[in-house]
């Protein structure tokens, strides 16, 4: 029954060593998001895909990047973590990107940045 | 610029006690309002929606939300709080951005319930 599956739930990386996290999704929608979401703070986007279509945020630092290599699965690569990037990771999915759209979340990957 | 406000960080209520979470938000046109709630170890998961039309929106697990132009609220209510009802609940509004709508959500309001 799992729609959005993030691997792995809980990743440990070293300061400045790349990591990748991953999603997948079984729901066959258009669009993969990326959120992050600091302690007590709201998940904020980073950036997601429309089809191949990648579509950046302004704020998101260049550190982060993303691919989805087909309609199932989408990536997060951070090429060199740095304390700051200690967070929850979120994946998420939609049909379209317009209106009431709903979102359906992955159970998220917490990064811990050594 | 668009934003939402949660004033409660962390509420707690008696199991069978009524509920009332707080949301603010700030947005130039009309907006795209949603609930999603947040279980310990799952994903955010959407429980109402609403953008027009009767302004008191019913959800799952018994909630329901009411819109409030005047003074740009879309609070979540429910009558009678479960204890399975303990998790994190985020307000959000959808934001045109470049010709698509995205999610800018509030920090959230941690929901315990006493038995």
């Known amino acids: 029954d799992a729609m959005v599956i993030q691997n792995p739930r809980y990743q440990v990386t070293q300061f400045g060593k790349p990591v990748t996290l991953s999603c997948s999704q079984t729901?066959?929608?258009?669009?993969m998001y990326w959120y992050q979401q600091k302690s007590s703070q709201a998940p904020k986007l980073l950036f997601h895909y429309y089809d191949k279509d990648f579509n950046n945020e302004a704020d998101t630092p260049d550190n982060f990047q993303s691919r989805r290599p087909n309609t199932s699965f989408c990536f997060l690569d951070i090429r060199s973590p740095g304390l700051g990037d200690a967070a929850m990771y979120l994946c998420a999915t939609s049909r379209g990107r317009q209106g009431l759209e709903t979102q359906y979340f992955g159970p998220g990957t917490r990064l811990l940045v050594l | 610029a668009q934003s939402v406000t949660q004033p409660d960080i962390h509420i707690t209520v008696s199991e069978g006690a009524s509920l009332e979470l707080r949301c603010n938000y700030s947005y130039g046109a009309t907006p795209y309002l949603f609930w999603y709630v947040q279980s310990p170890g799952q994903g955010l998961q959407l429980l109402l929606k609403?953008?027009?039309?009767?302004?008191l929106v019913q959800g799952i697990k018994g909630f329901e939300a009411e819109f409030k132009r005047s003074q740009s609220s879309f609070n979540l209510r429910k009558p009678s709080v479960h204890w399975s009802d303990a998790a994190e609940y985020f307000c959000a509004v959808g934001a045109a951005s470049g010709g698509y709508n995205k999610l800018i959500f509030g920090a959230g309001t941690r929901l315990a319930v006493h038995p």
């Open positions: 609403y953008f027009s039309g009767d302004t």
């Open positions: 729901l066959n929608h258009n669009v």
